[in-house]
């Protein structure tokens, strides 16, 4: 009933920039209420990578403070994450987690399919 769309990760060099996006999709769905964004690479732990509520409080790991924007835009139900200045640490599958208001005031945890950033010289 619902879904997460993920798009925008590619190979890049370092220093460059990249922008995920992560819309939802569901004819119940009536607004976004939270998203986040995770990262894992190989040898690693899932990590929290940032997130935002819909009053636009944001938070961010320490790594990618002053280098990485997330945002929401309510009216398309959909959220990004700008990512400026990619190092080789920032390598892994990025996927975006959604809590979703349904029009039956349920809320709905969903995940999108995944989005992997390679940063290579």
């Known amino acids: 009933q619902v879904q997460l769309a993920e798009s925008g990760g590619d190979l890049v060099r370092p220093g460059g920039s990249l922008r995920l996006s992560c819309a939802a999709f569901?004819?119940?769905?009536?607004?976004?209420?939270?998203m986040s964004w995770y990262r894992q690479a190989p040898g690693h732990q899932r990590e929290l990578v940032a997130s935002?509520?819909?009053?636009?409080?944001?938070d961010y790991t320490d790594s990618v403070k002053g280098r990485f924007t997330i945002s929401l835009d309510g009216a398309k139900n959909t959220g990004y994450l700008q990512m400026n200045s990619l190092k080789l640490e920032d390598t892994a599958l990025y996927s975006c987690?959604?809590?979703?208001?349904?029009?039956?005031?349920?809320?709905?945890?969903?995940w999108g399919q995944g989005s992997q950033v390679t940063v290579s010289p």
């Open positions: 987690y959604a809590a979703i208001l349904m029009f039956n005031e349920e809320i709905t945890g969903a």
């Open positions: 569901g004819d119940a769905v009536a607004s976004v209420n939270f």
């Open positions: 935002i509520t819909r009053d636009g409080a944001v």
